[in-house]
């Protein structure tokens, strides 16, 4: 049985610690605001510590048969199955994410496992030839070494195994440090998982602070050579230059401001469904969220019309009710600056035709019609359930008010011409777009990433495999070469 108070330690060199530091970190319920349990916050020597183990650990591991790592990673799925419940149950506690989205990011973890375990039988060389006689040009897949892993609060479970089980796949050692709101779920479950499992002891190591008590000491430490981060493009992009000023490379999953387009075409009730999907799932607290719908005049009253009776209809509230669809935001910051972003567009000449009441954490949707690309709120992310519809006459005008945004993560066009969609598609400055579907989609095996101010590098499947890994060329010369002098 998961019990939460044997989850409020550090996780370091596979024992289960306070921290050094002097403070304690509250872990609350986002719904009624009830403290969880609480953390003794780790300190710089704790992560030191951490990445020291990680380092000694990854030794070990590297003597481990490939066959068996799989084996390993592959009991980390079984745990997962084995108290799934549980995990539930922390979802809804501390993130106040509903049933269904538990469902949804549980599956998400599970299948990421399953696709990192593979990894350590992947890790293929080359022979290549040469220009020079008898030389053998042997090209291995090493592991990088250590990887640091920084995740949010969003889908904490998923966001941070996405990182961690493919670094281990890969071979490498992992400090991983989850967002203070989601220490549970982003972090010391985590570490309980893969400590079951049976990795080596000191391979993953889980730290719980905040920045006030650490500062860039989990980014400049010289152990990592690679830094995953999931979370804000501002804070993405310091975390960016300080691990360039520290050759680290930096592989950054952050915002996004997505636009879900409706052409003339487009199945109207289908890509209703679609929208508010991609808009209050886990109440819009999701980076691939459509923050903007984009509607072609000839079929935008029809839409709006059906789009706001969907909305109206949703559930809001308590996320231990399984009929409720939208639950708290993760704390009053959040709430504070999204409607603080509602005030100011509607003081701009916004219209809300949709504004539900603010209770606690907890808001109740609102749909925003007559915004203009130069308002501040289009090109923001909205992290909440909020979105605003704008108006089109033609498809370039569409696709350059989708590009109109410093970001480019997802995206989604709805169309019953699916090539038209899909030349579309290519025209719009996005890592990923999908046609007649939702813009929340993330698959095990397909490249995940964003372009501009939504991040660098790709994750999933081969490229995950890439980011965690590096390649060592060993020539080996078979008869003497004739040199020059």
């Not at 549980?106 to 375990?117: C, F, P, T, Y």
């Not at 022979?127 to 904490?156: M, Q, T």
């Given at each position: 049985m998961l019990i939460l108070q044997a989850l409020n330690k550090q996780f370091i060199n596979g024992e289960w610690r306070d921290g050094l530091a002097s403070r304690k970190l509250p872990d609350l319920n986002p719904y009624n605001g009830e403290v969880i349990t609480e953390f003794q916050m780790a300190s710089l020597q704790d992560i030191d510590e951490a990445y020291q183990a990680a380092a000694r650990a990854k030794k070990e591991w590297d003597e481990v048969n490939p066959y068996v790592k799989s084996r390993i990673l592959g009991r980390a799925v079984d745990y997962i199955d084995a108290h799934e419940e549980e995990i539930i149950d922390i979802i809804i506690k501390?993130?106040?994410?509903?049933?269904?989205?538990?469902?949804?990011?549980?599956?998400?973890?599970?299948?990421?496992?399953?696709?990192?375990?593979?990894?350590?039988?992947?890790?293929?060389?080359?022979?290549?030839?040469?220009?020079?006689?008898?030389?053998?040009?042997?090209?291995?897949?090493?592991?990088?070494?250590?990887?640091?892993?920084?995740?949010?609060?969003?889908?904490?479970?998923?966001?941070?195994?996405?990182?961690?089980?493919?670094?281990?796949?890969?071979?490498?050692g992992v400090v991983l440090k989850p967002h203070e709101h989601t220490p549970i779920m982003g972090g010391t479950l985590i570490g309980k998982i893969f400590e079951e499992a049976g990795l080596p002891k000191g391979l993953v190591n889980v730290i719980v602070t905040d920045i006030s008590e650490i500062g860039d000491g989990f980014v400049e430490h010289p152990i990592p050579r690679i830094l995953s981060f999931t979370g804000s493009s501002q804070v993405g992009s310091h975390i960016a230059q300080v691990a360039a000023k520290h050759f680290k490379k930096a592989i950054l999953e952050l915002g996004g401001n997505s636009a879900l387009i409706v052409l003339e075409d487009a199945d109207i009730e289908y890509a209703v469904n679609a929208a508010v999907f991609s808009r209050f799932t886990h109440q819009g607290q999701i980076c691939m969220s459509a923050n903007r719908v984009l509607v072609h005049q000839d079929v935008y009253d029809q839409f709006l019309d059906q789009y706001v009776k969907k909305v109206s209809s949703l559930k809001v509230g308590d996320p231990y009710d399984p009929d409720t669809v939208i639950g708290p935001l993760i704390n009053d910051r959040q709430v504070k600056s999204l409607m603080s972003t509602i005030e100011e567009a509607i003081g701009e000449g916004a219209t809300p035709i949709l504004k539900g009441e603010v209770t606690g954490n907890v808001v109740a949707p609102i749909i925003l019609t007559d915004v203009t690309t130069d308002m501040a709120i289009a090109s923001k992310e909205l992290f909440g359930p909020a979105v605003c519809i704008f108006k089109f006459a033609s498809e370039e005008e569409a696709v350059q008010m989708a590009n109109e945004t410093p970001f480019g993560l997802s995206g989604a066009i709805h169309t019953r011409d699916l090539e038209r969609g899909a030349q579309m598609a290519k025209r719009i400055e996005t890592g990923m777009i999908h046609i007649n579907d939702g813009t929340i989609n993330d698959e095990p095996i397909v490249a995940f990433g964003g372009e501009k101010h939504s991040g660098l590098g790709r994750l999933n499947g081969q490229w995950s495999l890439e980011e965690f890994s590096t390649l060592k060329w060993i020539s080996v010369q078979h008869k003497p070469r004739q040199f020059p002098y």
């Open positions: 501390e993130l106040g994410g509903t049933r269904l989205k538990a469902f949804f990011e549980i599956g998400l973890v599970k299948d990421i496992i399953r696709e990192a375990a593979t990894f350590p039988v992947r890790m293929e060389g080359k022979i290549l030839p040469s220009p020079v006689d008898g030389k053998e040009n042997r090209l291995y897949r090493i592991p990088a070494g250590v990887v640091g892993v920084i995740s949010p609060f969003n889908f904490p479970f998923y966001l941070s195994m996405k990182s961690v089980a493919p670094a281990l796949g890969a071979g490498n």
